[in-house]
């Protein structure tokens, strides 16, 4: 009689037939993008092969497929789970320091340095970042274990322990960024730009995150806010501080208005019906051209001002350089509208902390986990949804204000369809209801293309390649855990008056 095979060739047998697969499926896809490229030559274009590129990035995914189906059949050490937990926190981290590093010994910040020394760089944050957050996440693991909801639980509550004290010390440091010496021009416009879809992100996270209601058409009430900044400030001449507040009322409009049709619909069907409403907004402003101009947009639009002065250039009377004795510098609109959007964020996250622990927010909460329930209850459903849409909407019409009077111009093509794509990828990546998980996504995804914009085309490549292994390690996101708004914090002993048996 034949002996039996060992019982560890059939996972094995099974990744090696998974990662071929997927290696197969890799090379139709970069064998067309990356293996074939046209340069321009002497007699004009030319074909360019890159096969051994192809076959290198087939060998990567190749070993990253058996890798991952064979840990999974297998019971593997209790470091590769915290390690799993580690990698896109340390990702995160050393996107952020990277913003903020003093000058190389060249002279050059890392922003500016060569692709080579930006990935030394990058790579030594990566190591060290990623030392900490395993240190944190396997002090208290068990040996050895197959389910890791008991790990992921100490994980998040060292986290959390962890940014009560972090926390405070990245405030403060947002705050003093433009004081930084090595801090200049392209770091704070990064700086602005991140904390925008920060604050987009956490307008979005009350919709999908607390309320459970998937939103494609964001960018919608976007677009309804800088367009109401834009219209009023040009045609009525009113100030910032003055068309701020109604550009957030008309995007709170615009979700009501959107939130009454979709009152009845749920999962796909609710996502269709917002994906539409997007798309309606974008080609009304495409079309009414007598109000919106058009293709050709808005131009001209006023800058805000601190406190009744300018931030003119050149100086002169009524200026704010002129004002404190300062040299004029266009560096000090920069660093205005950099605490301008910290504090629109800030204010965002103020207000959907306080929510959630409000009725409202347990409500959101009770729709979001179940919603027949969540009638049987007797919880006005239709006033619940609505409530999320507008609240979304208003922070999303806020955030289009600002962006409005930051570029000083606006065009339908600023609000397409992507805008919403990418705002949604930071609340499922930072993870559905967590408000530090969406900072973090939002820094990850919008710092990490300017930090890899030196890598040409290899930058989108390597993206998504990162966002590809942090959803496989982390499938509910970066902050995976949503602590409930009101639970018991201990166990607590009932008396023997409530129950038959003495103690429960």
């Known amino acids: 009689m034949a002996e039996a095979p060992p019982r560890a060739a059939a996972p094995v047998a099974g990744a090696l037939r998974e990662a071929g697969l997927a290696a197969l499926v890799a090379l139709g896809l970069f064998g067309p993008m990356v293996g074939l490229r046209t340069e321009p030559g002497a007699g004009g274009l030319m074909l360019v092969q890159r096969w051994p590129t192809v076959a290198l990035l087939c060998a990567m995914v190749f070993v990253g497929r058996f890798g991952l189906v064979w840990a999974r059949s297998h019971r593997f050490p209790a470091f590769l789970p915290a390690l ?4 896109p926190l340390a990702l995160a981290l050393a996107l952020l320091f990277a913003l903020m590093l003093p000058p190389l010994p060249t002279g050059e910040t890392l922003l500016s340095a060569g692709g080579h020394d930006r990935a030394l760089a990058l ?12 240190a944190l996440g396997w002090g208290r693991a068990a040996p050895a274990v197959a389910v890791a909801s008991t790990r992921s639980g100490r994980w998040e509550g060292s986290l959390r322990r962890f940014g009560r004290v972090l926390g405070p010390l990245l405030l403060a440091l947002a705050l ?4 930084l010496p090595w801090v200049g021009r392209y770091t704070l416009d990064l700086g602005i730009l991140v904390l925008t879809y920060v604050m987009l992100g956490w307008g979005l996270n009350i919709v999908v995150g607390l309320a459970g209601l998937l939103d494609l058409g964001y960018v919608a009430f976007y677009a309804v806010g800088a367009y109401s900044y834009a219209l009023l400030s040009t045609s009525l001449g009113w100030s910032f501080w003055l068309c701020l507040p109604l550009a957030g009322i008309m995007a709170a409009f615009a979700g009501i208005l959107l939130g009454f049709p979709v009152l009845r619909l749920r999962g796909d069907y609710l996502a269709i019906v917002t994906l539409g409403f997007g798309e309606i907004i974008r080609i009304v402003l495409l079309n009414w051209v007598s109000l919106t ?19 003119s250039a050149g100086g002169g009377p009524g200026s704010f350089a002129d004002f404190f004795g300062l040299e004029p510098s266009p560096t000090h609109r920069v660093v205005f509208l950099y605490y301008l959007i910290l504090a629109l964020a800030l204010l965002t996250n103020w207000v959907t902390i306080r929510l959630r622990r409000q009725p409202l927010g347990r409500a ?3 729709l979001r986990e179940d919603e027949i329930a969540c009638r049987a209850l007797g919880i006005n459903v239709t006033t619940t949804k609505l409530t999320a849409f507008a609240l979304g909407a208003m922070f999303g019409g806020f955030a289009g204000a600002f962006f409005a009077t930051r570029q000083a111009f606006i065009s339908p093509e600023s609000f397409t369809f992507l805008e919403s794509a990418i705002v949604l990828a930071i609340v499922v990546l930072g993870g559905l209801g ?6 973090i996504a939002a820094v990850v995804m919008i710092g990490g293309f300017e930090v890899f914009r030196d890598l040409a085309e290899w930058r989108m490549l390597v993206f998504g390649g990162a966002m590809v292994l942090i959803m496989v390690l982390r499938p509910r996101g970066i902050v995976a855990s949503r602590t409930p708004t009101v639970a018991l914090g201990k166990r607590r002993a009932i008396s023997g008056e409530l129950v038959g048996e003495g103690h429960g």
Do not use: K, M
């Open 84 to 87: 799993a937990r580690a990698v």
């Open 123 to 134: 790579l030594a944050l990566f190591v060290v970042a990623g030392g900490v957050f395993l």
């Open 176 to 179: 003093l960024l433009p004081a």
């Open 364 to 366: 959101w909460e009770a």
């Open 434 to 439: 967590s408000q530090i998980g969406v900072a």
């Open 293 to 311: 101009g058009g293709p050709n947009g808005i131009g001209g639009i006023p800058r805000p001002s601190f406190f009744g002065l300018s931030f």
